[in-house]
């Protein structure tokens, strides 16, 4: 399963957009990134997806370059709700990789007024 | 549509005691899993399965038992509760979908464990 490294912590303001970087540079042909948050006392919540370049929904987007070796989590215009740590993870969803999540330390993001 | 729902919410025991924690899903989700995250630490992975039937060891499965004789059910066992076990779990499912990509898991509220 491939490593990744992600900043402990950030803080933004409301209404400002975040970009999580998470590294992974021994990504797999065949690994996805995918993204969880965590609210406090709460179990964790997918929020996205992608192999490469973008993808984009309704909570969040995920750009990923062409050497896949890092990918972008950004939230756009965050809220005092979004104070969340966030995970990034990489592994192969269509093999057993899948049944089992490796789950580092995540980014700590505090949004204040 | 309940998801995934974990019980007990919050469990104190004593050193040595034995306990079940108990998950099920209702999504018929072929994958399931047990996760501890100890204060101000990411998940880890005890122990998970891929079907009725069949399970396998995570990151930390010492002092744990799991069994999966239903789609449905995943509970995980303590065989006897030590101090360093005190940890929030929380138990997770997912499945494929028709192209066999996993899109991401549903996770449980947790179950908050204090052993003393």
């Known amino acids: 399963l491939a490593k990744t490294t992600q900043p402990i912590s950030m803080d933004s303001y409301e209404g400002q957009e975040v970009n999580i970087t998470c590294s992974h540079n021994?990504?797999?042909?065949?690994?996805?990134i995918t993204w969880y948050q965590q609210f406090p006392s709460q179990g964790p919540r997918f929020i996205i997806q992608?192999?490469?370049t973008k993808v984009t929904n309704e909570v969040a987007s995920l750009f990923i370059p062409a050497d896949r070796k890092s990918s972008t989590l950004s939230l756009p215009r965050v809220s005092l709700s979004d104070t969340a740590v966030y995970y990034c993870?990489?592994?192969?969803?269509?093999?057993?990789?899948?049944?089992?999540?490796?789950f580092g330390t995540g980014t700590r993001l505090q949004v204040t007024l | 549509n309940a998801g995934v729902t974990q019980t007990p919410k919050f469990q104190v025991l004593k050193t040595g005691q034995s306990m079940t924690l108990q998950c099920a899903q209702d999504?018929?989700?072929?994958?399931m899993s047990w996760y501890r995250q100890d204060p101000g630490m990411g998940l880890r992975l005890i122990h998970y399965?891929?079907?009725?039937?069949?399970?396998d060891q995570g990151e930390v499965p010492n002092g744990y038992n799991v069994s999966r004789s239903t789609t449905e059910d995943f509970p995980l066992r303590l065989l006897s509760a030590a101090p360093s076990q005190t940890s929030v779990y929380f138990c997770?499912?997912?499945?494929?979908?028709?192209?066999?990509?996993?899109?991401?898991?549903?996770f449980g509220s947790g179950t908050r464990l204090t052993v003393v």
């Open positions: 997770a499912s997912s499945s494929p979908d028709g192209q066999g990509v996993n899109y991401g898991y549903t």
């Open positions: 021994n990504i797999a042909t065949n690994d996805y």
């Open positions: 992608g192999y490469k």
């Open positions: 993870l990489v592994g192969d969803p269509y093999t057993g990789t899948a049944s089992k999540l490796t």
């Open positions: 999504m018929n989700h072929e994958y």
């Open positions: 399965s891929v079907g009725a039937g069949i399970t």
